[in-house]
Nanobody, 115 residues
């Protein structure tokens, strides 16, 4: 059974920062790849940041210099530090893990950025 619980969303103004957290409850934790996605109103869900092999990470182009993905393996948590937030970052942010063809999602956390 996989359980993902996000927290840390909220309403902020442009230029502010937020830190999202994801508690990951899954057996054989290390075999899963981990990522953050978001769904902006009117758009499909998109990748924001992901771990690849080991500690290698990849970011979407529009967040590359502003967002940082990290994790605490001991606590089984993953984080997304978001700096310099812009109104275009408004959306629902999802924690996700995958193994093989199986992908799992958290319930999402809303991030709203006002001008």
């Amino acid at each position: 059974q996989v359980q993902l619980v996000e927290s840390g969303g909220g309403s902020v103004q442009a230029g502010d920062s937020l830190r999202l957290s994801c508690a990951i409850r899954v057996s054989l934790y290390s075999r899963y790849t981990m990522a953050w996605y978001r769904q902006i109103p009117g758009s499909s869900r998109e990748l924001v940041a992901t771990y690849l092999r080991g500690e290698e990470v990849r970011y979407a182009d529009d967040v590359k210099d502003r967002f940082t993905i990290s994790r605490n393996i001991t606590r089984r948590e993953m984080y997304l530090q978001m700096n310099g937030l812009q109104p275009s970052d408004t959306g629902v942010y999802y924690c996700s893990v995958a193994w093989g063809t199986q992908r799992y999602w958290g319930q999402g956390t809303q991030v709203t950025v006002s001008p």
